[in-house]
């Protein structure tokens, strides 16, 4: 069974989140950062990647992906915070 990563992505100011899944981190995120894949995401410029789990089977990160989308906005966030407390970037850490 083939592994898999769930991500948040947002735009520059912070105002918008996108929670994506994906069985290769690097090359979905290099996608968003090119403006290829989500209309959502290229819609709203979410280029900066702020947080990701991995899993050892895609299913696993498929359900949670489900259940983060369904948390409210504050949760997001507290989440986010807890591995990147300044909210930066994280794609240079993947590549």
């Not at 090119?34 to 209309?39: C, V």
């Not at 990647?49 to 089977?57: K, N, Q, R, S, T």
């Not at 992906?65 to 507290?78: G, S």
């Not at 407390?85 to 794609?91: G, R, V």
Request: aromatic share 14%; glycine share 6%; no cysteine.
């Amino acid at each position: 069974m083939k592994g898999g990563y769930i991500y948040i992505m947002s735009n520059k100011t912070r105002t918008t989140f996108y929670i994506g899944v994906t069985s290769n981190l690097k090359i979905r995120i290099a996608d968003h950062k090119n403006g290829i894949g989500s209309d959502f995401t290229k819609k709203y410029n979410l280029t900066d990647l702020l947080y990701y789990e991995d899993f050892p089977d895609i299913y696993q990160a498929i359900d949670r992906e489900k259940q983060i989308k369904n948390w409210h906005r504050e949760w997001k966030i507290n989440l986010i915070k807890k591995v990147n407390p300044e909210m930066n970037d994280l794609y240079w850490e993947i590549r």
